[in-house]
């Protein structure tokens, strides 16, 4: 019957020696009971389709994934220094819950690799599967074998020398993998022949990550992750450690944790996978912090960590939303970090918040750039030094991604701006509705004043009328004079008239502020520069293969000095802007309790009169 299910058929070549055809046997075999979300799974050869293949070996037909594979993935321009850090996350989550689930089973896979790994969308993110298990092992006493063909940049070195092995080879795979999709190539010279290669890295020590060419082709050593990457300071870091653990030279130390022990890799993933991490990016400095939070966390507590990070006491901390809300949860600050996995598509800056320093009164551009890669300042140096295509290649890369997080930074220093800017607006809307009220009850005030006041002439007047009758009365017109210069020291019209004068002004200023440069489009944009940059390495990477020819990198480089002078100019309007803007909130700030003064000191004049003039009717 139809299921209308695409399926994908592997069929095996007619020249196979015995050996290759138990393997693919065996292979067909494993497929067919395994059952995991990140293994394709196997399913039944369709009717009458045997019939088409070319030989008596029998057809594997499994699931079929329309994202292709994980190298196509990684070819993209877009990822040339690395995946997006939601990516890296989704991926290492699916890799590892593969692998586990193949060695519980007894499986080594062996030639784990970007081609071996297919993509399907999923309802909610992407799906990562493991395919390809026709060099997989099965675990059994003669299985600490010496037989293996593979990629070899992603084989550990014992299945290279042909020694006995263990799971451990899919660690060193599996580590290998998820360098290249954080920073975008392979850890170990990627560039070099198998002989020379495993002569050159087994010379590591045990914790170093990288091994790699640099542009006069010196070799270098390293335990640390290279830039340019898209990670976080905390995933970073962490990562770093674990990958120390996964690419280990000896097989019997890799994949070994501290805390967990031998084969504990997976579960030393599992922490930093499960990690809740808050964003807060400094406007003092324009840096971003990370902070891994627990459930328990209060907001205070994470108040005190920034304030050893930045040197901003408690107190002064302003921390804002995005939309311009103060961030005042007690409770989890947790609710506010984005849980990555869910979503690689979502917007990496959705948990950023932005702190200032409430003392601050002016904010100046003091924003550093962040470090260029060793090889792009290299090439700032000497743009007309003659590189191969390879190295060509890597630099651009690394130039554009340079120009790429220019316009990100700068785009994240005016999300903090545009806080800045609705937290004053909504100072101010409150602001407005205080002036409404201040003024309903001047008018009310006036109304009352007047009212006493013409009762009091009224009464003089009367008054004067009688004593030409002779009928007088020191005590009431003492009494009513009395009355009258009280009333006199009520009315607060001058520090009313003097405080919606200040609102007018700071309401100019504010529609000033709107109006801001900020907004305007103007050319030669980091958007333009960073588009122009892309152009020039997609047409270096598309070139056929007899043009890949050596050169310099003159018309790149004009391109990454224009974006750093395009950036320092946005970054001082911006910071002009924030300045005006603190400016603002502080004459607010200012205004409030004075409004509220006199509003206290009408309602305090309206009581008086009220009370004189039941005086005064008792007294008549």
Not at 169 to 180: K, N, R
């Amino acid at each position: 019957q139809e299921t209308g299910e695409q399926v994908a058929i592997k069929q095996c070549r007619q020249e196979l020696s015995p050996r290759n055809r138990d393997r693919w046997a065996l292979e067909i075999q494993i497929m067919k009971r395994l059952n995991h979300p990140n293994v394709v799974a196997a399913r039944d050869v369709p009717e009458g389709m045997q019939k088409l293949a070319p030989n008596d070996l029998p057809l594997l037909a499994m699931e079929y994934c329309q994202g292709g594979d994980l190298r196509k993935y990684l070819n993209q321009l877009e990822n040339c220094c690395g995946l997006r850090e939601e990516a890296i996350l989704i991926l290492l989550s699916d890799i590892a819950s593969a692998l586990r689930y193949l060695h519980e089973n007894r499986i080594i896979h062996r030639d784990l690799k970007p081609e071996n790994i297919v993509l399907q969308q999923g309802e909610q993110r992407l799906i990562h599967k493991i395919i390809d298990l026709g060099y997989a092992k099965e675990l059994d006493q003669g299985s600490l074998c010496t037989s293996f063909v593979g990629t070899l940049q992603y084989l550990a070195p014992e299945l290279l020398e042909q020694q006995k092995y263990t799971v451990t080879v899919d660690y060193w795979s599996f580590g290998t993998l998820a360098f290249e999709c954080i920073t975008g190539f392979r850890p170990f010279l990627p560039n070099w022949q198998p002989v020379q290669w495993h002569t050159k890295v087994r010379q590591k020590s045990e914790l170093d990550i990288v091994v790699s060419e640099d542009l006069s082709g010196e070799v270098k050593f390293s335990s640390s992750l290279p830039c340019p990457n898209n990670l976080n300071s905390v995933l970073s870091g962490r990562l770093e450690k674990w990958l120390q653990l996964m690419l280990m030279w000896h097989p019997r130390q890799r994949g070994t944790d501290p805390t967990y022990g031998p084969n504990g890799c997976f579960k030393a993933l599992d922490d930093i996978l499960n990690l809740k991490l808050l964003h807060v990016l400094n406007m003092v400095t324009g840096t971003v912090h990370t902070y891994p939070v627990t459930e328990e966390e209060t907001l205070q507590s994470v108040k005190a960590r920034i304030q050893s990070d930045t040197g901003i006491p408690e107190q002064d901390q302003e921390l804002l939303q995005e939309a311009g809300l103060a961030f005042f949860s007690q409770k989890l600050v947790t609710k506010h970090t984005a849980d990555s996995k869910v979503n690689d598509t979502a917007a990496a800056d959705t948990d950023l918040l932005f702190l200032f320093d409430n003392k601050k009164v002016s904010y100046e551009a003091q924003v550093a750039l962040r470090p260029h890669p060793e090889s792009v300042d290299c090439i700032l140096q000497d743009p007309k030094k003659n590189l191969h295509f390879f190295q060509l290649r890597k630099v651009w890369g690394q130039i554009w991604h340079t120009i790429r997080m220019l316009k990100e930074d700068c785009n994240r220093l005016q999300q903090g701006q545009r806080a800045a800017m609705m937290n004053l607006l909504r100072y101010n809307s409150t602001l407005s509705k205080m002036k409404n009220s201040m003024a309903s009850l001047s008018q009310q005030l006036k109304a009352k004043l007047d009212f006493f006041k013409t009762s009091i002439q009224i009464d003089l007047e009367k008054y004067k009328e009688q004593i030409e009758f002779g009928i007088t009365s020191e005590k009431l017109l003492f009494a009513w004079k009395e009355m009258e210069q009280a009333v006199e020291l009520c009315g607060r019209e001058d520090d009313v008239d003097q405080l919606v004068k200040r609102m007018m002004a700071l309401q100019t200023d504010i529609v000033d502020l709107q109006r801001s440069p900020l907004g305007r489009k103007q050319g030669g944009t980091l958007e333009d520069l960073e588009e122009q940059a892309r152009e020039l390495y997609r047409r270096l990477r598309e070139k056929p293969r007899d043009q890949r020819t050596s050169g310099d990198s003159q018309e790149i480089v004009r391109l990454l000095l224009q974006a750093i002078q395009t950036f320092e100019k946005k970054v001082r309007v911006i910071y002009a802007q924030l300045s005006k803007t603190v400016v603002c909130k502080q004459k607010a700030l200012e205004l409030f309790p004075r409004v509220e003064e006199v509003m206290t000191l009408m309602s305090e004049d309206e009581e008086t009169v009220v009370r004189l003039q039941e005086k005064r009717q008792k007294e008549l």
